[in-house]
């Protein structure tokens, strides 16, 4: 049973930056593409970054050019380093491997907020 527990959230104003961090338990991590995630209350869970297990990234149109979503295979560690934070990006923040995914974790709040 993959265990997924993230970390790094909190409380930010606009323009700040904060970087999560998500470990996995077991030897999987590194053969898989893996994402972040985010949920917002009363939203669906949206993917917004990925990696793959050759350190290529995709991001949404939302976070390009603010997020940066990187691995340590090494460590079986997800991070993501957010810049230029804005309101509209609060919300739980999840990692997970790419569909089908393993359980969730219980994923690190993220607020933005002045």
């Known amino acids: 049973q993959v265990q997924l527990v993230e970390s790094g959230g909190g409380l930010v104003q606009p323009g700040g930056s904060l970087r999560l961090s998500c470990t996995v338990s077991g030897n999987l991590f590194s053969i898989y593409a893996m994402g972040w995630y985010r949920q917002a209350p009363g939203n669906q869970r949206d993917l917004v970054a990925t990696?793959?297990?050759?350190?290529?990234?995709k991001y949404a149109d939302s976070v390009k050019g603010r997020f940066t979503i990187s691995r340590d295979n090494a460590k079986s560690t997800l991070y993501l380093q957010m810049n230029s934070l804005k309101p509209e990006d609060t919300a739980v923040y999840y990692c997970?491997?790419?569909?089908?995914?393993?359980?969730w974790g219980q994923g690190t709040q993220v607020t933005v907020s002045s």
């Open positions: 990696v793959s297990g050759i350190h290529a990234t």
């Open positions: 997970n491997k790419l569909s089908p995914a393993w359980s």
